[in-house]
């Protein structure tokens, strides 16, 4: 196994989201049932309000923008981001179909966020977080585009076991194809699921220090850590985490459980293949 190119998988995700814009688009519906809880908790870890000016890093086609936009309301501000131009543009046309005149889009390197330094009062990403090949040096853009006092909020999966949906699929597909898991550290769905995977990334002393607040997500049951990082003047901040209980997809978006999904779930436990 050899170590991750970070402009190879760039250019790669780059490409994958290009020609996956429309279909992630499309699942705007779901992604608000299922996501729009944990991104409300998210909002209000970083304090967003009336007013509030946002970066959204990652922000995909712009579901959890449109909540952020809805928040901060007509004197606030939502500037969402990312890798891909045409996942954004699905962003900006939701954002007009709800009347949202508060929002603009800007294809940005989560990594290389070239935005005015200390000019937003919260950033957010919504499983964003994972993906990025230098996930230290994303939060380290992230810190310089804050203002003093400003908040840094993340969604991450946490792990595999708890987000069966995603990684039963996932290690079917590598056994049959001979793929191996991606190596410890690298990006990837679980990258952060470790209990102390948040708490290695953050910013060093004095810039980041952990806190003792912790909020919680085990009442809607997701499989998922929020992060939220907040600055103290120029220097210190705090460190928040959540870890939610193991997930339960609404009974709504379930329905019966085919036997196709019983096969699936028999072949995951004959494999015990680690999934990733």
């Known amino acids: 196994m050899t170590t991750c190119d970070p402009a190879k998988y760039k250019e790669a995700t780059r490409e994958q989201w ?4 429309k279909a992630w688009n499309d699942w705007g519906p779901l992604l608000r049932v299922w996501l729009g809880p944990a991104t409300e908790v998210m909002l209000d870890m970083a304090k967003i309000g009336p007013g509030s000016r946002v970066l959204d890093v990652a922000a995909g086609a712009g579901d959890q923008t449109l909540q952020t936009a809805a928040r901060v309301g007509p004197n606030g501000y939502v500037l969402a981001t990312d890798i891909s131009s045409k996942v954004l543009e699905f962003a900006a046309r939701n954002a007009r179909a709800a009347g949202y005149a508060n929002v603009e889009t ?6 290389n966020l070239d935005v005015p330094e200390a000019s937003f009062d919260a950033v957010i990403s919504r499983v964003g977080l994972i993906y990025f090949p230098d996930q230290q040096k994303a939060l380290a853009g992230m810190r310089r585009a804050l203002k003093p006092g ?5 969604i991450v999966y946490s792990t595999a076991e708890s987000n069966q949906f995603f990684s039963i699929p996932v290690a079917i597909i ?3 194809a001979a793929l191996a898991a991606p190596l410890a550290g690298q990006p990837g769905p679980f990258s952060l699921g470790a209990r102390q995977a948040c708490s290695k990334i953050s910013l060093p002393r004095p810039s980041f220090e952990p806190s003792r607040r912790v909020a919680s997500l085990r009442r809607s049951g997701l499989p998922l ?3 939220a990082y907040g600055s103290r003047g120029n220097h210190s901040a705090h460190y928040i985490k959540c870890l939610p209980a193991s997930m339960k997809l609404p009974a709504a978006l379930l329905g019966r459980r085919s036997s196709r999904s019983s096969a699936i779930s028999r072949d995951r436990r004959a494999s015990r293949a680690p999934a990733r």
């Open 150 to 154: 400003g908040r840094v909020a993340t």
């Open 18 to 21: 290009q020609a996956a814009a």
């Open 225 to 227: 850590r929020l992060n």
């Open 106 to 111: 800007k294809v940005l390197d989560a990594e």
């Open 174 to 176: 590598r056994r049959r």
